[in-house]
C-alpha cells in the first residue's frame, strides 16, 4: 500500500541508523565510493531492488552501494537526517503521511537533478531524457516549484482510476459506465441487488479520483489552479460541481467504507471488490499484486476504467501515480548519486523492475508488458483519455493546514453525516488561500 505507515520501534531506529549510516564514510581500505540508497518498500517488493543494485556493482566496480529499504523508510532515515547523515540517493513518492519528500521540497533540500536528463545512461548511447516518455517531467511532480528544473524523476509510473470486477459485469450484462447518469443509474440498479457502487481502501485514494474529476469538470486550466491555490477557486461552479458530484457518489458508499478506511483494515475495502459487495474503487495498479493471495468470487477479473465523463462524449483523464527518485542537498556523493539514478533507466534495469511489475516511464515499455498490465496501460492509447500528472504545488509550511486531508479525508465526514457539502466547501477555500498568501 502506498501510504503504509509502520511507526519503528526505538530498536529498530537504531538498527536503521547502524545498517544506513556506514554511508557516510568510505571505506578506508576499499578505496571505493560507498553510495547510500534508501528505499521504500511498496507494493512493488524489495528484491528488485537488490537485484539491480548488484548488476550496477558489477558494471561499477569502485562503488559499493549500501541498501536500506523498509515500509516505514521514512522513520528509519529521518532521524539519522536530522542529526546531519543524508542518503545519497532516496525512491520515495509524494503522497504518504509522513510527508518526508515534501517537506524537504519545501525546504529547498533536494539537488536540482536537471542535468541527469542530459546524461547517457551508462552502457547506452541515449540520454535519460530521450528515454523518458513524453510529458512525464516538467510538471508540478518532477518540478515543483514551477521552474524548468526538475528536482525529483519518476521512476514508476501507473494508471490509476478506478477498479472494477470484469468478471461481474460481464455475468449481470451490465456496461461499465462513462457518463455520470449511467453511473448513478447503475448505482441504483446495483444496490436493488445490496451490491454498493462504490468504495475506497482509505479517505487518500481520492487523490487520483479527485485530481481527475477537477480537470474533467473544468479542463486543465482548471486544475492547474486548483492545484496552484488561485484566488476564489474552490468558490467557483466548477468546484461546486466537482464537490456535488462526488457528495452524491458517496451517498452510494458500501456500508463498511468509513470503518474500514484506516491503515489496518484497509485490505477489507479492497476485498469488498473482490467478493462483489463493491462495485468500484479509486485505486493503482499494485492492486493485483497486493490482493494477489486474496479469496475472490468467481470468474473475477480486474478491470480498470477512467471515471465516466462530465459531458458524454468528453475527454476523460486518468490520473498517473509516479513514484520518485530524488537526491538530498546534503548528500556526500552527489555525482555518484546521479550516474546511480542515470543507470536506473537502463534497458537492463527496467528489465529487472517490469519483472515485479515496477513500470518505469520509458518510451516503448508497454509493448513489453503482460497479464493484467497490458489492459491497464492500454487506457493511454485511448484517444478519448489524457494522462494527468502532479498535483498540489509546493508553499511554505502553513501550520495547521493541510489540504490533501481538507479535500480528500472529509469524504469520511461527509458518508457519516458529520459535515455537509457547504462545510466541506468553505474548508477547502479557506485552506487554499492560506496556502495562496504562503506563497502558491
Same mark, same amino acid.
Given at each position: 500500500m502506498r501510504r503504509s505507515i509502520v511507526l519503528a520501534g526505538a530498536a529498530v531506529t537504531v538498527l536503521g541508523l547502524l545498517a544506513g549510516c556506514s554511508a557516510d564514510g568510505d571505506g578506508p581500505d576499499s578505496g571505493k565510493t560507498t553510495l547510500s540508497v534508501a528505499a521504500l518498500e511498496g507494493g512493488y517488493g524489495r528484491d528488485m531492488y537488490t537485484e539491480v543494485i548488484e548488476a550496477?556493482?558489477?558494471?561499477? =566496480? #569502485? /562503488?559499493? +552501494?549500501?541498501? %536500506?529499504?523498509? @515500509?516505514?523508510?521514512?522513520? &528509519?532515515?529521518?532521524?539519522?537526517? !536530522? *542529526?546531519?547523515?543524508? =542518503? #545519497? /540517493?532516496? +525512491?520515495?513518492? %509524494?503522497?504518504? @503521511?509522513?510527508?518526508?519528500? &515534501?517537506?524537504?521540497?519545501?525546504? !529547498? *533540500?533536494?539537488e536540482d537533478l536537471t542535468p541527469v536528463l542530459k546524461t547517457k545512461v551508462p552502457g547506452e548511447d541515449r540520454t535519460v531524457g530521450d528515454k523518458l516518455t513524453d510529458g512525464i517531467v516538467g510538471n508540478l511532480n518532477t518540478n515543483p516549484y514551477g521552474t524548468d528544473q526538475t528536482y525529483l524523476l519518476p521512476m514508476y509510473y501507473a494508471p490509476t482510476g478506478l477498479f472494477y470486477n470484469k468478471g461481474l459485469f460481464t455475468q449481470r450484462g451490465w456496461q461499465v459506465p462513462t457518463t455520470w447518469d449511467a453511473m448513478f443509474a447503475l448505482g441504483d440498479t446495483a444496490k436493488a441487488q445490496?451490491?454498493?457502487?462504490?468504495?475506497?481502501?482509505?479517505?487518500?485514494?481520492?487523490?487520483?479520483?479527485?485530481?481527475?474529476?477537477?480537470?474533467?469538470?473544468?479542463?486543465?486550466?482548471?486544475?492547474?489552479?486548483?492545484?496552484?491555490?488561485?484566488?476564489?477557486?474552490?468558490?467557483?461552479?466548477q468546484a461546486r460541481q466537482v464537490l456535488d458530484i462526488t457528495t452524491r457518489l458517496l451517498s452510494y458508499a458500501a456500508p463498511t467504507t468509513v470503518g474500514y478506511a484506516n491503515e489496518q483494515d484497509f485490505t477489507k475495502n479492497q476485498q469488498s471488490i473482490l467478493d462483489n459487495k463493491a462495485l468500484f474503487m479509486p485505486n493503482g495498479t499494485w492492486i493485483v499484486g497486493e490482493m494477489?493471495?486474496?479469496?475472490?468470487?468467481?470468474?473475477?477479473?480486474?478491470?480498470?476504467?477512467?471515471?465516466?465523463?462530465?459531458?458524454?462524449?468528453?475527454?476523460?483523464?486518468?490520473?498517473?501515480?509516479?513514484?520518485?527518485?530524488?537526491?538530498?542537498?546534503?548528500?556526500?556523493?552527489?555525482?555518484?548519486?546521479?550516474?546511480?539514478?542515470?543507470?536506473?533507466?537502463?534497458?537492463e534495469a527496467a528489465k529487472i523492475f517490469a519483472k515485479s511489475n515496477a513500470i518505469q516511464p520509458i518510451e516503448g515499455i508497454a509493448s513489453s508488458l503482460s497479464g493484467e498490465n497490458t489492459e491497464f496501460y492500454k487506457v493511454y492509447e485511448d484517444p478519448a483519455v489524457a494522462a494527468l500528472v502532479g498535483g498540489f504545488a509546493s508553499t511554505a509550511p502553513v501550520p495547521g493546514v493541510d489540504i490533501k486531508g481538507t479535500l480528500f479525508d472529509t469524504a469520511n465526514s461527509i458518508i457519516s453525516g458529520d459535515k455537509t457539502e457547504d462545510q466541506w466547501q468553505a474548508a477547502l477555500n479557506e485552506a487554499s488561500e492560506k496556502l495562496r498568501q504562503a506563497g502558491g
Open positions: 550496477y556493482k558489477a558494471s561499477h =566496480p #569502485d /562503488v559499493d +552501494v549500501q541498501l %536500506q529499504i523498509s @515500509k516505514s523508510i521514512e522513520d &528509519e532515515i529521518t532521524p539519522n537526517m !536530522k *542529526a546531519g547523515r543524508f =542518503p #545519497d /540517493v532516496v +525512491v520515495l513518492g %509524494q503522497g504518504r @503521511k509522513a510527508a518526508l519528500t &515534501e517537506t524537504l521540497i519545501k525546504d !529547498k *533540500a533536494i445490496g451490491i454498493s457502487l462504490f468504495t475506497y481502501p482509505t479517505a487518500g485514494y481520492l487523490d487520483s479520483f479527485f485530481f481527475a474529476l477537477l480537470a474533467d469538470v473544468g479542463g486543465e486550466q482548471f486544475y492547474t489552479d486548483v492545484m496552484t491555490y488561485k484566488q476564489g477557486v474552490w468558490q467557483t461552479p494477489k493471495d486474496a479469496p475472490r468470487a468467481d470468474g473475477f477479473q480486474w478491470g480498470l476504467t477512467p471515471l465516466p465523463a462530465v459531458t458524454p462524449g468528453g475527454k476523460r483523464y486518468i490520473t498517473t501515480s509516479v513514484e520518485s527518485v530524488w537526491v538530498p542537498s546534503a548528500a556526500k556523493h552527489k555525482d555518484a548519486a546521479k550516474d546511480f539514478i542515470a543507470y536506473l533507466y537502463s534497458d
